[in-house]
C-alpha cells in the first residue's frame, strides 16, 4: 500500500494572507509576463481576482512586492520589486523544506 501526505502551507500577517501558492503563482506569471493583466490570463482567472489577490499582498507585505505602471499608448506593465522576488525565494525554500520534512513523517506511518 502506497501512501501519499498532503498539505498547504500560506503565510499570514494579522489574518491577511501574505503569501500562499496562488499569489506566489501569481507572482511568478507577473515578472514572467510582465503585466497583471497577460498574468491572469495566463493563469485563466479573471483580472479583478488578479488584482485582489496581488492588492492584498502588498498590503500585507512591509514593503511594496511590484511596481506598476498606467496603461497607455504602449500599454500598462507590472514588475515585482527585488523584495517581492525575495518573498517569492523565500515561500519555495519553505514550501521545499516543508516537503521534506513530511516526507520523513510519512516514513513513520508506512514502518508501522
Not at 515578472?31 to 483580472?47: D, F, P, R, V
Not at 512586492?65 to 514588475?79: F, L, P, R
Request: proline share 1%.
Amino acid at each position: 500500500m502506497s501512501y501519499k501526505i498532503k498539505s498547504r502551507i500560506w503565510i499570514e500577517s494579522d489574518n491577511n494572507v501574505l503569501l500562499g501558492e496562488g499569489r506566489v503563482h501569481l507572482l511568478k506569471a507577473i515578472q514572467e509576463t510582465g503585466s497583471l493583466s497577460k498574468a491572469a490570463k495566463s493563469l485563466n482567472i479573471s483580472y479583478k481576482k488578479a488584482w485582489q489577490l496581488l492588492d492584498s499582498v502588498n498590503k500585507s507585505a512591509k514593503k511594496p512586492v511590484t511596481i506598476n505602471s498606467i496603461g497607455g499608448k504602449g500599454g500598462g506593465g507590472a514588475e515585482l520589486t527585488e523584495y517581492g522576488q525575495s518573498l517569492i525565494n523565500a515561500f519555495d525554500e519553505i514550501n521545499r523544506n516543508c516537503w521534506k520534512f513530511l516526507d520523513v513523517q510519512l516514513q513513520k506511518i508506512e514502518e508501522l
